[in-house]
């Protein structure tokens, strides 16, 4: 079954950059959902960002469109999330997630993944 590895988390001061690696192994990569989300201390998961692994078309959450990134690296079967201008409210664990989807599926339509990774912590100070 798939498995998902994420890294690249850390503790960076506001204003900073960070670039979060999520590595997808065990089964299909093409045709797939990649997503990002993210859970704050007391806070529920919320979807962050998304890609579809066939089109390369991207979905970004308002709170973060147009500082964060989400890209990916066919080859290696890895997505990455490009994370500028961070602030402290964006301190979270970060959480990769896929579901397999075709065609022309709406990949930002949080509610359907249905497989994870372990997390990678982000820590923004201010």
């Known amino acids: 079954q798939v498995q998902l590895v994420e890294s690249g988390g850390g503790s960076v001061q506001a204003g900073g950059s960070l670039r979060l690696s999520c590595q997808f192994s065990?089964?299909?990569?093409?045709?797939?959902?990649m997503a990002w989300f993210r859970q704050g201390l007391g806070k529920e998961r919320e979807g962050v960002a998304a890609?579809?692994?066939?089109?390369?078309?991207?979905w970004y959450d308002n709170s973060v469109k147009g500082r964060f990134s989400i890209s990916q690296d066919v080859a290696k079967k890895t997505v990455y999330l490009q994370m500028n201008g961070l602030k402290p409210e964006d301190s979270a664990m970060y959480y990769c997630?896929?579901?397999?989807?075709?065609?022309?599926?709406?990949?930002?339509?949080?509610?359907?993944?249905?497989?994870w990774g372990q997390g990678t912590q982000v820590t923004v100070s201010s």
């Open positions: 065990g089964d299909t990569y093409s045709r797939n959902c």
């Open positions: 997630a896929t579901v397999a989807r075709g065609g022309g599926w709406n990949c930002g339509f949080w509610r359907q993944y249905d497989k």
């Open positions: 890609i579809k692994t066939d089109t390369n078309y991207d």
